[in-house]
């Protein structure tokens, strides 16, 4: 079959399998990724994610990645929630946990799927032709790449969106030596929209297009190690599992499609604080199985629990937080004083 073919019973593959989007774009489809990434890396918001430096090489060049690769095919899978992830916000003793995370391991459900639409084509096309599968845990610039592809645009917050997606979906990537026919890059339809900028808790965009993860409150309750600066604490409210403020007040989620899989339904639902401070490892291990929460760790999560209890303005969590004063974990028994003294 012609390789426009083989493209079109790709896309109708990986429809049929649940993804919701599918373009194809060069490994080198995206250069100025590179100068955007060293910017980033050199004026420090990276943090503390010192595996963004130690392969920028990598993450820069879809091309350094794997040399060999000829095409790069991109799919998006929606994990659209069915309520308004913001609602949560104003219930102080209860915890707001982010949507991606409140369903079964992403990494696991998009991989399964990707495999699959992989093997398949490998089945199609002639015994030397070989994939490479990868889901947000190898040093791969998605989003540039995505939007390369046609599947949607980098927005003011960084993420990607797509006028047919909305904001919520995951991006999975197969790279691949076959020379597939290639897509038609998207462009910006953000427009003078501010919605994303304006409502972050703690002011993480510098600029349009722009993020500092160090104020960022998905990387602060996720990849910090460590306490977390006071002043910022406050600013995180009762989140604590990433953040959905900016990609819940996007307009363009009006086009949001439903999540096809139900393994994004939500189980874990909007707990409540003090049930989740009391949890020591064997309970936070039990509790949090199968779930991208799990990879924080107890000390961490509940960590920000007790910056959530500090932020809830609430006196009667107050005997919750003093009883982990004395936790083995400096962090945690720092995090626990500060909780106490705010509700004093």
Excluded at 6 to 29: H, N, Q, T
Excluded at 88 to 114: E, F, M, N, T, W
Excluded at 306 to 314: D, E, K, T, V, W
Aim: with cysteine; aromatic share 8%.
């Amino acid at each position: 079959m012609s390789p426009q073919d083989l493209k079109d019973r790709l896309i109708a593959k990986a429809l049929e399998e649940g993804f919701s989007k599918v373009g194809i774009c060069a490994p080198d489809a995206a250069p100025e990724t590179a100068g955007r990434l060293r910017a980033f890396l050199q004026a420090g918001r990276h943090g503390q994610m010192g595996w963004m430096a130690e392969r920028e090489e990598w993450r820069g060049s879809a091309a350094a990645l794997w040399p060999e690769a000829q095409s790069v095919i991109m799919l998006a899978e929606v994990y659209t929630p069915e309520d308004d992830p913001l609602s949560i916000l104003s219930q102080p003793d209860r915890a707001a946990v982010s949507v991606y995370a409140q369903g079964k391991d992403y990494h696991d459900l998009v991989k399964r799927r990707l495999k699959r639409v992989g093997r398949w084509l490998l089945d199609q096309v002639a015994d030397d032709a070989a994939i490479k599968v990868f889901v947000d845990t190898a040093p791969v610039m998605e989003k540039p790449l995505a939007q390369a592809a046609g599947l949607g645009w980098q927005g003011k917050h960084t993420n990607l969106l797509a006028r047919d997606l909305g904001s919520w979906f995951f991006l999975g990537a197969i790279f691949t030596t076959l020379d597939l026919p290639k897509d038609t890059a998207e462009i910006g339809h953000c427009g003078s929209c501010r919605a994303c900028l304006d409502i972050c808790p703690t002011g993480a965009f510098p600029a349009p297009y722009q993020l500092d993860a160090r104020r960022c409150i998905s990387y602060l309750t996720i990849e910090h190690k460590g306490p977390v600066d006071p002043d910022l604490r406050a600013m995180m409210g009762n989140r604590i599992y990433g953040c959905d403020d900016c990609l819940a007040v996007c307009p363009w989620n009006k086009f949001a499609q439903a999540a096809k899989d139900l393994g994004y339904q939500p189980k874990v639902g909007a707990p409540h604080l003090a049930e989740l401070a009391r949890l020591d490892d064997a309970g936070f291990r039990a509790r949090f199985a199968g779930s991208p929460i799990k990879r924080i760790g107890r000390d961490r999560f509940v960590r920000n629990v007790l910056y959530a209890i500090g932020n809830s303005g609430m006196p009667a969590l107050r005997v919750v937080a003093d009883q982990l004063r004395t936790d083995p974990d400096p962090t945690v028994a720092e995090a626990a004083a500060w909780a106490v003294a705010r509700l004093s």
